[in-house]
């Protein structure tokens, strides 16, 4: 892969790499996939408290040999037996609706978890395009810097060929030129890092040249801390406590579950033929005591609502310094960008100086390298600050939603 940056070169732009790791992440498949699975769960659930039909088949046969063998009253000398049987537990629409609850809250719970990684993508996305858009930029004006500085050795090699300028003189902006020439390939081989890293963040596999579209990274209004979707796991887990202290309460209830038979069991014994036959009942589970355990799982659960309570206020604590910070942040290095703006127009206006006196023989070499550094050093100081400007503005966003 190179950077040529040839003009038939495909152009690519942030939306591109964006939606390449939001569609390749196998995270966020997962989560999705999750969420399928607790559906399915759901099902399982009803389906559970549905009538539930089992066969069963016992054959046995106590042989008693010689006065030895089981006891006969025990065994009855054998079995033989082919029920089927059915069993309904009957449970309240109530306790079947919380349990379906606790798996909504799951999946909403998933949902979210699923949009906070999102963003963390999509931040760790855009922050790799912005860091490689700048390297783009900064290898551009170093590329234009170098076709000046090759321009200009050539009418200063003339001029020191005519002793117009001391060898030396030539020298040291041979020197100059070179140097430069080092520090665009070093831009290059950072440019080609930075977009391999992009691509793979974004789970793309190509080598292929490739020019970066300006990143049209604007602030987005950020929403109340309460609809955030980084404040919202605080209200699901809220919800979740509720669900479980409900669910404790319904496994305490009375149980009562209808069961019922119908088929052949014999011993063999007497009229054989006469034992097909039925049996229903109802059986009925009254909790008594259990040792406290109910009080012990409540007690955890108040526990945990602490607990709760303790990181939403920290988080909020954090969120809104947070916010304020990159606020700051971001008007103080737009202040310094307008700062840096005005010092390259006064470097552009010295370097253009300085070539005029050159075409005349009348500048010094010396004063021309420091006007042409200080302006390479300024510009590149502007690409990094709006580098920086960019990743404020992306910090920022990862809150907005």
Excluded: C
């Excluded at 990274?217 to 796991?233: C, H």
């Excluded at 605080?234 to 496994?251: A, C, K």
């Excluded at 470097?347 to 010396?366: F, H, P």
């Amino acid at each position: 892969m190179g950077f040529a940056l040839a003009t038939n070169a495909q152009q690519k732009s942030l939306e591109y790499f964006i939606q390449s790791g939001l569609q390749n992440s196998p995270l966020l498949k997962d989560y999705h996939n999750q969420v399928l699975i607790n559906q399915l769960d759901s099902q399982r659930i009803r389906a559970g408290y549905r009538p539930q039909v089992n066969g069963t088949s016992i054959n046995s046969y106590s042989p008693v040999v010689k006065g030895y063998g089981y006891d006969g009253a025990i065994t009855n000398g054998g079995q033989l037996s082919a029920l089927v049987g059915v069993n309904q537990a009957l449970v309240s629409k109530k306790y079947l609706n919380t349990q379906f609850e606790a798996l909504q809250i799951q999946n909403l719970g998933l949902e979210n978890t699923a949009s906070m990684s999102e963003q963390d993508l999509k931040r760790t996305i855009i922050a790799q395009y912005i860091s490689a858009y700048g390297d783009l930029q900064q290898l551009k004006f170093g590329r234009e810097v170098n076709a000046l500085l090759i321009k200009e050795e050539g009418l200063l090699k003339s001029l020191t060929e005519s002793n117009v300028y001391r060898q030396t003189d030539y020298l040291t902006f041979l020197v100059t030129r070179q140097q430069q020439e080092l520090s665009v390939r070093q831009l290059e081989i950072q440019l080609q890092n930075d977009y391999a890293t992009l691509n793979y963040l974004s789970g793309i596999v190509d080598t292929a040249e490739a020019i970066l579209a300006v990143p049209g990274i604007r602030i987005q209004a950020l929403p109340d801390i309460n609809q955030s979707v980084f404040f919202r796991k605080f209200t699901l887990d809220s919800l979740q406590l509720t669900n479980s202290r409900n669910l404790i309460e319904y496994n305490y209830k009375p149980k009562v579950n209808l069961f019922a038979d119908a088929g052949y069991n014999s011993t063999l014994v007497y009229q054989a033929y006469k034992n097909f036959g039925t049996s229903f009942g109802v059986s009925i589970t009254v909790p008594i005591y259990d040792g406290r355990q109910k009080k012990i799982q409540q007690s955890k659960l108040s526990v945990s609502e602490r607990t709760r309570l303790g990181y939403k206020d920290f988080y909020k604590a954090q969120y809104t310094q947070q916010v304020a910070q990159l606020f700051q942040q971001l008007n103080q290095t737009n202040s310094l960008i307008a700062e840096i703006d005005h010092q390259i127009k006064y470097s552009e206006g010295l370097i253009n100086v300085n070539i005029k006196l050159l075409e005349t023989g009348d500048a010094k070499i010396a004063d021309l390298v420091i006007a042409i550094n200080n302006y390479m050093t300024a510009k590149n100081l502007l690409t990094q600050n709006n580098s920086s400007r960019l990743q404020i503005i992306n910090q920022i966003n990862y809150w907005n939603r």
